[in-house]
């Protein structure tokens, strides 16, 4: 009995260690995503508790948290079994911000200044319902099982598609929506926002306010190996700083997301790893970088928060989008878009139309080439900010495509020659894209 006693003792310890060195520095990241993921899905798109939890949050280890709205106060907060408490804000204009013990709850803030696109046009450039036209090169058929087939029946839980629109010669040709969802339902574009950061680079460019081949223009460089990156580098991926971007762990990337006051200096403090421009790297940090060098570019913050929703976003009627800011009031550019599948869509035409929006210029035609270029490294997967199948990454898909992405399968790609954007918001890392994309090409045929 006094050996089961012991070993069980020693069984017991090794457990208690596993526990505080392996499960419990995670506790503070759980709470943090939980409280963040229904804060958002709640004041933003008015979603219940019970359906964030059981779709947003149902991922490993997140489904642990306990989560607590407060509808006056406009916050969430949430424990993993009563430890690590996390608190996420709620302010409108600005979405859905974690907080820490610290942060200034009564403290002024500023918010973007919006205005609503109206007109008496139909979709994409008014936000009138859009006009049935039939093309006589489609096989509807084909397109239609091709959709269909993209969503879960009844009971199934493993495709978990939320919205897909197809768009075509800017008109709809496709449209369908999950149980609970709608044309009028805000998602969550995850890295896709990366894509909207880079426009905001674009569109300066084309203004003739920055350039882009010039070294990034960041005093704490100034003096060391990293004065020689450009912010073509970071654009691109191509920095060589060093960072690590695993979901599954503590890492550089969740530490920012979930516990740093300020981004947009998360990959700004990061030493050389690779000389620039010689090694690719995936990274949200380097995203969050841009945006504050994007917010430097400014006399006031206010022209900042502006400049985003003026110049872009409710310039091309985006006008249910909306990028939530940090505690420090930097956009998080790397994954907090916000819109509807068809706001997504406007997106996406507005690369078709590289940087045309019903006459107007937002950005030169070359920057569309330029963001479907691909970086160097990165083996024809990824250009500045968007991703690319010029490597054949998905095989049966026209190498054409590039395409804004984000985690769980967000997609808004842009097939140039074919006057076609898809886009695609669920929550699944399986999906079969490559069986989806094909079949609705697949669709049309060469003839106009």
């Not at 939980?34 to 933003?44: D, P, R, T, W």
């Not at 530490?255 to 050389?272: D, T, Y």
Request: charged share 25%.
């Amino acid at each position: 009995m006094k050996k089961f006693f012991k070993i069980f003792a020693v069984l017991l310890f090794l457990l208690l260690v596993y526990l505080r060195t392996a499960i419990y520095p995670q506790l503070d990241l759980i709470s943090g995503f939980a409280s963040k993921s229904v804060a958002s899905g709640h004041f933003l798109d008015n979603r219940s508790l019970e359906t964030i939890q059981q779709g947003d949050n149902d991922i490993p280890k997140i489904d642990w948290a306990k989560n607590t709205i407060d509808a006056t106060e406009k916050y969430v907060t949430a424990t993993v079994y009563g430890l690590k408490e996390r608190k996420a804000i709620y302010r409108e204009g600005l979405g859905a911000t974690l907080i820490n013990d610290d942060f200034d709850v009564s403290k002024p803030y500023n918010v973007p200044k919006r205005k609503k696109l109206e007109n008496n046009l139909p979709f994409p450039y008014g936000n009138n319902e859009p006009k049935d036209t039939v093309f006589t090169n489609i096989d509807y058929k084909k397109l239609n099982a091709t959709v269909a087939n993209a969503f879960d029946k009844k009971g199934e839980k493993s495709k978990r598609t939320r919205a897909i629109l197809v768009i075509y010669k800017d008109k709809i040709i496709a449209e369908k929506y999950d149980t609970n969802f709608n044309k009028n339902s805000r998602l969550l574009g995850w890295s896709m926002t990366k894509s909207i950061t880079a426009t905001m680079f674009g569109i300066l460019q084309k203004q003739g306010k920055i350039d882009v081949t010039k070294p990034a223009p960041i005093t704490e460089w100034k003096k060391d190996n990293r004065a020689k990156i450009t912010l073509n580098d970071l654009l691109h991926m191509n920095s060589g700083l060093e960072w690590e971007e695993k979901y599954d762990k503590i890492c550089d990337a969740t530490k920012m997301l979930f516990q740093a006051e300020n981004m947009s200096r998360a990959q700004l403090e990061k030493p050389l790893a690779f000389a620039p421009n010689t090694h690719w790297n995936y990274s949200s940090g380097t995203t969050n970088l841009l945006s504050g060098i994007l917010r430097n570019q400014f006399k006031t913050h206010q022209e900042y928060l502006d400049f985003w929703y003026t110049n872009l976003l409710d310039k091309i009627g985006m006008n249910s989008a909306l990028v939530e800011t940090d505690m420090a009031g930097n956009f998080v550019g790397s994954s907090y878009g916000w819109a509807t599948a068809r706001d997504w869509g406007k997106f996406g035409l507005l690369y078709l139309h590289k940087g045309n929006w019903n006459g107007e210029q937002l950005f030169d035609e070359s920057w569309a080439n330029y963001v479907a270029t691909p970086t160097n490294t990165s083996n024809g997967r990824y250009g500045a900010q968007f991703w690319l199948n010029a490597g054949g990454h998905f095989p049966d898909v026209p190498r054409e495509m590039y395409y804004a992405s984000g985690y769980q399968g967000q997609m808004v790609a842009i097939f140039p020659s074919r006057d076609l954007v898809i886009v695609h918001l669920g929550l699944s890392e399986k999906f079969d894209f490559n069986r989806f994309l094909s079949g609705v090409t697949g669709s049309l045929s060469k003839k106009n």
